[in-house]
């Protein structure tokens, strides 16, 4: 009942309410009437100097936590997004930063570590596969230029769900593959799930995993949806639903599964099984209901030292005995299973035997499993498909790391207090969206970041204002923009002269040319430390330069600016002779 009511309310919404529309020049993020008024289901922002339509953003709480100078990641889609669609970082101001637009839809935009270097990591490919998806992981540095491209083995296409780099650099891929099944003398049609540890630099496989080679798809809470589906070559049935795995420091997987409502630890030398968490095969004893996960995403290891807080809260392991923290994103539904309850974010401490047995004889009191957090949205979201959670490090090593929830298919992320208070709530989508889903990211995560861009500033002149409009698409560390001229050549080899510098504002920065400057204009960007981090091209303008010839000098003046230091920030107009600057720009 209550599915087939928000699917009423959803068909409704789509009918009354624009899809998206442009925020505008004035956009006022605080705004929350225009917001969830004016703009559709997915309000977005447009640029003079760029043809990119990142998301805008509506922060409904807001607090000095949100504003540590972490990127946020994330990669829109639905049916709202539409042409806009594409991966976004935002900085901590919910302003754009970088954005690239695709042809098909991204997912997963990570940062993660490859050769001793933050990389870009994401999943191209074609998602409409029931679920999953075919196609292709990516990394690119710093200067957003592709390093790598990381496909599955063995003719199988990756996944989109899963994708995690080593400290030995390696990749390790999630992968749906059609598959045939014997079992009690017939064959199932499924959709089976395999993991490949793929060595990025050379192409060879290292590891291989098969879900249906250690569970049976009893273990499945997804039963087929139609009568023939599982039963022939044309309908798989996807029983297992693979969406997480990460190697830890023993060598070993852990893997979540959305349709067995379970983690399971995996040997990283047989494949065999050490543990399975949560589902019909659980191997955990739980006294608070910790095993009553299901549909989860993004299942990970913690050390208890990560969270300094609770080392004394959770005591000593006992001989023999490992204590791990495992944080999850609990979806609680699915998209055929309701349970009525909100999604959240759920942070667990489990103990097991250090020294594992394979041959199934465990002593379960030895398993034991505990809720240490949960994080809860405060309008009781439910995300039925996607969701992620991460636990962001904190800066200091006596003090608890953040949490940062995505909340999937409802178009919000939240920040929390690891003791689990709410201290950021970011909107990339109306209450309309959230309601209806036409506005997702399959995750949202955010990491500190440095973007240093190989292709060029974007300046576009505007002379109606008389200014230009100055982009720079993912450069971070960018302070000011500082406007050169001269009335000879728009060569680099010209003699440019500096007028003055502009603090960049946002994505775009506008740029005032003033009336005494002349024949051609370009901006340098500077940094914190007004060093040059790059050059834009050169701009004729629409108008020429006056003439005077001093006839004991015999030497060309020109009306313009002042040539003043950059470290003096002046933007003094006069019309002295033409000087050598401090600094010049090549």
Not at 109 to 121: E, F, I, N, S
Not at 457 to 472: D, G, H, P, T
């Amino acid at each position: 009942m209550h599915r087939a009511a928000l699917l009423l309310v959803q068909l409704l919404l789509l009918a009354c309410h624009t899809l998206a529309d442009d925020v505008g020049f004035d956009y006022d993020p605080t705004d929350l009437n225009a917001w969830e008024h004016d703009y559709g289901h997915y309000p977005y922002r447009t640029f003079e100097s760029s043809d990119l339509t990142p998301p805008a953003v509506a922060r409904k709480v807001d607090s000095p936590e949100c504003h540590d100078g972490l990127m946020t990641f994330l990669t829109p889609r639905g049916t709202a997004v539409n042409e806009s669609r594409g991966m976004v970082i935002l900085d901590d101001e919910g302003e754009p930063v970088w954005m690239q637009k695709t042809d098909g839809q991204p997912y997963n935009l990570d940062v993660q570590t490859y050769r001793g270097a933050p990389h870009l990591t994401y999943w191209l490919g074609d998602d409409t596969i029931g679920g999953h998806g075919e196609g292709d992981y990516y990394l690119l540095n710093s200067s957003y230029d592709l390093v790598a491209k990381i496909s599955a083995l063995n003719d199988l296409r990756a996944d989109l769900h899963s994708l995690s780099l080593t400290s030995d650099d390696t990749a390790i891929i999630s992968i749906y593959q059609p598959y045939e099944k014997e079992k009690g003398g017939q064959l199932q049609y499924i959709w089976d799930c395999l993991f490949q540890e793929i060595d990025i630099a050379t192409n060879s496989l290292i590891f291989e995993w098969r879900a249906s080679d250690y569970h049976d798809t009893s273990e499945s809470y997804h039963e087929p949806r139609y009568e023939s589906e599982g039963s022939t070559n044309h309908t798989h049935w996807d029983w297992y639903h693979l969406n997480s795995v990460e190697k830890d420091d023993l060598g070993n997987y852990l893997v979540s599964a959305r349709y067995t409502h379970s983690i399971t630890y995996i040997d990283g030398n047989t494949g065999e099984i050490i543990w399975t968490l949560g589902g019909k095969r659980n191997m955990f004893t739980s006294d608070d209901h910790a095993l009553d996960f299901s549909s989860q995403h993004l299942a990970r290891f913690h050390s208890v030292d990560d969270f300094p807080s609770l080392v004394t809260l959770l005591g000593a392991s006992k001989a023999g005995i490992t204590t791990k923290l495992i944080s999850l994103f609990d979806n609680r539904n699915d998209d055929t299973w309701d349970s009525g309850l909100g999604s959240r974010g759920l942070l667990l401490a489990v103990s097991y035997p250090t020294d594992y047995r394979l041959d199934g004889q465990v002593n379960k009191n030895d398993y034991k499993a505990r809720i240490v957090r949960e994080y809860l949205h405060p309008n009781d979201l439910i995300a039925d498909s996607q969701g992620s959670f991460q636990v962001v490090p904190a800066t200091s090593s006596d003090q608890d790391p953040s949490i940062v929830v995505g909340w999937g298919a409802r178009s919000v992320w939240s920040t929390y207090s690891s003791s689990g208070k709410l201290i950021c709530d970011d909107h990339f989508g109306t209450e309309a969206a959230i309601l209806n889903g036409s506005v997702q990211s399959y995750h949202v995560m955010r990491y500190p970041w440095i973007g240093l861009p190989s292709e060029p500033i974007s300046a576009v002149y505007n002379s109606e204002r008389n200014s230009l409009f100055v982009s720079w698409n993912g450069a971070t560390e960018v302070d000011s923009y500082a406007l050169q001229h001269n009335d000879e050549s728009a060569t680099e080899y010209a003699d440019w002269v500096y007028t003055g510098t502009t603090q960049k504002e946002g994505f775009e920065t506008e740029v005032t040319i003033g009336e005494c400057v002349t024949r051609f204009v370009r901006v340098v960007a500077l940094d914190a430390g007004d060093n040059v981090l790059g050059v834009s091209e050169a701009i004729r303008l629409p108008f020429t330069s006056v003439n005077f010839h001093a006839s004991s000098f015999s030497i060309h003046v020109l009306i313009t600016c002042y040539r003043v230091s950059i470290a003096t920030r002046l933007t003094t107009c006069t019309s002295p002779l033409t000087a050598t600057l401090s600094r010049q720009v090549a």
